[in-house]
């Protein structure tokens, strides 16, 4: 299997953005915990819906942030599932190749 430079380009950007989405739910637990200006859970929400869905709900689980919240409970696998629909599409359409 031949893997180019674009395809590696995007998995690296795909893992930077679900790192940085990860981190972002630890800052705003640490912000909580210290009553300090807070993410808001706009934000969060949208960086998990624009492709950052695992880092999201490994997230929600490492830090226990958000994990009572129904909008985050279902919202965040949901992104998750809309993230891996979109994959599937770009590799079905030939845009990414698997």
């Given amino acids: 299997m031949e893997i180019n430079i674009p395809h590696i380009v995007i998995i690296i950007a795909f893992v930077v953005w679900n790192i940085i989405t990860l981190l972002m739910y630890g800052i705003d637990k640490a912000k909580a915990?210290?009553?300090k200006k807070r993410i808001s859970e706009k934000a969060l929400l949208l960086v998990a819906l624009i492709m950052g869905g695992l880092g999201s709900i490994?997230?929600?689980?490492?830090?226990?942030?958000?994990?009572k919240k129904l909008k985050f409970t279902l919202g965040v696998p949901l992104c998750l599932l809309l993230n891996i629909g979109v994959?599937?599409?770009l590799?079905?359409?030939g845009i990414l190749t698997a």
């Fill in 33 to 35: 915990k210290r009553d």
């Fill in 58 to 67: 490994l997230g929600m689980v490492l830090f226990r942030h958000k994990t």
């Fill in 87 to 89: 994959i599937v599409l």
């Fill in 91 to 93: 590799v079905h359409f």
